[in-house]
């Protein structure tokens, strides 16, 4: 699975991160099930955006992509992300693969020499036709720019070649691209025909040089898109890197934003086509974060950039960042609204009151009834159970959702599985009242009992939230005595999972915090 690679002209911000922390969770969400897992990001170095940048910087364009590709590679680090590789796009090995790749192509007869005329989005880097440029009114989805009106000789990819396969591939593959609503747009476009598309720029010399014509350089988003394939080596069979990691493709998903979603959704399974290799399962797209109701603008002093993730991270903890990101984002058709008073209210309701207040009771009351050492769910040999309250089933039913929801990646849905565990367990505790029935010793059992009960599902509920919140979860893995790497998914899910006699600590996972 991968991330798209982060364009390199300039710092990271939210939706950098975003995207990331989605890939990582869902990557340690698959590690943790038992699927052989690769999980891939990097940047995207070449490009007009790049050399001009680096222009009125003052650096020449490897200057510059050394700079930020390294800001890059620190957000991996601090927002401790789990990917397996981080490509850049000016690595020989990516060079190499992608110059093979296109004389594949060339030698298919799939990519030709012809000239353009029509519209470009200097700012996404894309070409328009007369036709989708007047749907624009002539400017910029994303930027709202004007688009520039172009003349310039190109390497052509025969796109239009492919639309009865494209076609053919949305109709028997329906989850392909995802949410419904971004495939809607895309067969929306594709209805309107297919034109061949250029692959290569003559304006500028940023880039990976056409095969036997340097005059050219490839087209920085076909140059990109190849990023999937080459750090896995398929360009270059000899390579260590395709005797290790060949297999991991096709890719799960490709996480993407909606505004790259036509190069990933049409132009890239054509190129793959072409080289005759097997698609990504799906391409899913998100939609973008907005700041208080309104679009993030550096401009506008609104834009949330690593300072101000920074300043979330320091006041709240890097997990409750990763929580309201993957809970409250916007992961399907509407963007999402980033309001300071929301994640303040998301941080105290579903991390303070819900996920720390449980695990500081049961532990609290674990330390108070028996000295801090986990009791037995068992009277003379039967395991105790309370009416409503089957917990060994409400916990596989819990796991099985959660791994439902991770798969399909609906990690929202997923998450909601353990958090309505804990809900679940904190009404158990108030029918119950374990507090009350502890002052007469003839209830023991009952107490022990329902205190077993909920300490070993708060510890199945924690090891679902593990891939969301690592950092606490694993502190309270360690409080109550478990080891979250030891044995199977199937057995660190399984009821029983934590021993009688075992030895633990009250915890307090998340503090209350003044906004």
Wanted: charged residues 25%; contains cysteine; aromatic residues 12%.
């Amino acid at each position: 699975m991968s991330t798209p690679i982060y364009y390199a002209n300039d710092r990271p911000h939210i939706g950098h991160v975003y995207t990331t922390t989605l890939c990582d969770v869902y990557a340690r969400s698959m590690r943790a099930i038992g699927h052989d897992t690769f999980f891939l990001t990097g940047t995207d170095e070449h490009g007009l955006k790049v050399e001009q940048s680096a222009t009125e910087q003052g650096l020449t364009p490897q200057e510059l992509a050394d700079r930020n590709s390294e800001e890059f590679q620190t957000i991996m680090s601090t927002f401790e992300m789990t990917n397996d590789d981080f490509l850049r796009t000016t690595d020989p090995r990516h060079k190499k693969q992608v110059q093979a790749f296109v004389t594949k192509l060339l030698e298919k007869g799939d990519i030709y020499l012809g000239t353009f005329e029509g519209w470009y989005d200097e700012g996404q880097e894309e070409y328009h036709t007369e036709t989708s440029a007047r749907d624009l009114d002539y400017t910029s989805s994303i930027s709202g720019k004007p688009l520039v009106r172009a003349t310039e000789k190109n390497y052509y990819f025969k796109l239009s070649a492919y639309q009865d396969c494209l076609e053919k591939l949305f109709e028997s593959n329906p989850k392909f691209v995802l949410p419904q609503s971004r495939k809607n747009e895309v067969l929306g476009r594709l209805r309107e025909g297919l034109q061949d598309v250029p692959i290569s720029r003559t304006n500028f010399s940023w880039g990976i040089p056409m095969p036997d014509d340097s005059e050219h350089v490839i087209y920085v988003w076909i140059d990109a898109l190849f990023n999937y394939i080459t750090a896995l080596g398929l360009g270059d069979p000899e390579s260590t890197e395709f005797a290790e990691r060949s297999d991991f493709w096709p890719a799960s998903y490709h996480i993407i934003g909606k505004e790259i979603l036509w190069f990933h959704s049409v132009i890239w399974p054509a190129v793959l086509t072409a080289l005759d290799l097997p698609l990504p399962h799906c391409i899913y797209a998100h939609s973008f974060w907005i700041r208080e109701g309104r679009k993030m603008s550096k401009s506008m002093g609104n834009f949330i950039d690593l300072e101000t993730i920074e300043s979330y991270v320091n006041k709240y903890c890097l997990d409750a960042w990763r929580y309201y990101l993957v809970t409250q984002g916007p992961l399907g058709a509407s963007d999402a609204d980033f309001v300071s008073d929301k994640f303040q209210d998301i941080y105290t309701s579903h991390l303070v009151n819900t996920v720390g207040n449980c695990t500081s009771r049961v532990t609290a009351m674990i330390g108070k009834y028996f000295g801090g050492v986990v009791p037995s769910e068992s009277q003379d040999g039967e395991r105790l159970v309370f009416d409503g309250f089957d917990w060994p089933e409400k916990c596989k039913n819990a796991t099985e959702g959660w791994v439902a929801g991770m798969e399909s990646f609906s990690l929202v849905a997923a998450f909601e599985a353990p958090m309505a565990l804990i809900r679940d367990i904190d009404l158990f505790i108030n029918d119950t009242a374990p507090f009350k029935l502890a002052k007469e010793e003839t209830n023991q059992p009952q107490v022990a009992a329902i205190l077993y009960q909920c300490i070993e599902s708060l510890r199945i509920a924690s090891m679902m939230l593990t891939p969301l919140l690592p950092n606490k979860m694993n502190e309270f893995h360690h409080a109550i005595g478990v080891d979250s790497n030891q044995g199977s998914f199937e057995e660190l899910l399984s009821w029983g999972g934590i021993q009688e006699g075992t030895t633990i600590t009250k915890v307090a996972l998340f503090p209350r915090v003044d906004q």
